[in-house]
T-cell receptor, first 114, second 113 residues
Framework: NAGVTQTPKFRVLKTGQSMTLLCAQD?????MYWYRQDPGMGLRLIHY???????AKGEVPDGYNVSRLKKQNFLLGLESAAPSQTSVYFC?????????????FGPGTRLTVT | KQEVTQIPAALSVPEGENLVLNCSFT??????LQWFRQDPGKGLTSLLL?????REQTSGRLNASLDKSSGRSTLYIAASQPGDSATYLC????????????FGSGTQLTVLP
């Protein structure tokens, strides 16, 4: 049981390049999330998904797109990377038995845009 | 809009001390509150989740309390150890939601041997 995994762990992009971050979970969780973490600003929600085929915007969605084609995977895309997107990206998943939605996090992807 | 504040931003204590980390939130209509631990360069590990109907949750040397009416939670760590050194974050759901979380900026704890 690997929990939540993220690929890649590190990446350096040039401004204007595109990339996709992959998140996978093997816990059969319905809900998945993408956050970014920046010094002094904490974690902020980018996009989330409440089930296969559904996605919604979070607090800071601009410049990102997501897809949830399979229940276990949640992809985060950057179509045209900007230096402001330099950050650490975390994926999380959760489930609810009694309305708890306890979140489980992946190890993160450190992205630098030059 | 829900806002979460954690004070202090950093704390350094000698090994063996009991300590309290504080978390406050602006919208008291929350479903739950979650405490996480983050080690440098790592992801977040869930420590405790307190439902809105609960006042306390305990796990080993950790005890978290929740006072919804005052918008406060505390994380009590008993008999601190150097291995407790990490950043501790609290998070509550967005206003009107049960799922999306708003995080505090964290308290960086250092336990000195």
């Amino acid at each position: 049981n690997a929990g939540v995994t993220q690929t890649p762990k590190f990446r350096v992009l040039k401004t204007g390049q595109s990339m996709t971050l992959l998140c996978a979970q093997d816990m059969n969780h319905e809900y998945m999330y993408w956050y970014r973490q920046d010094p002094g600003m904490g974690l902020r929600l980018i996009h989330y998904s409440v089930g296969e085929g559904t996605t919604a915007k979070g607090e800071v969605p601009d410049g990102y797109n997501v897809s949830r084609l399979k229940k276990q995977n949640f992809l985060l895309g950057l179509e045209s990377a900007a230096p402001s997107q330099t950050s650490v990206y975390f994926c999380a998943s959760s489930y609810s038995t009694r309305g708890e939605y306890e979140q489980y996090f992946g190890p993160g992807t450190r992205l630098t845009v030059t | 809009k829900q806002e979460v504040t954690q004070i202090p931003a950093a704390l350094s204590v000698p090994e063996g001390e009991n300590l309290v980390l504080n978390c406050s939130f602006t919208d008291s209509a929350i479903y739950n509150l979650q405490w996480f631990r983050q080690d440098p360069g790592k992801g977040l590990t869930s420590l405790l989740l307190i439902q809105s109907s609960q006042r306390e949750q305990t796990s080993g040397r950790l005890n978290a309390s929740l006072d919804k009416s005052s918008g406060r939670s505390t994380l009590y760590i008993a008999a601190s150890q150097p291995g407790d050194s990490a950043t501790y974050l609290c998070a509550v759901p967005f206003s009107g939601s049960a799922r999306q979380l708003t995080f505090g900026s964290g308290t960086q704890l250092t336990v000195l041997p």
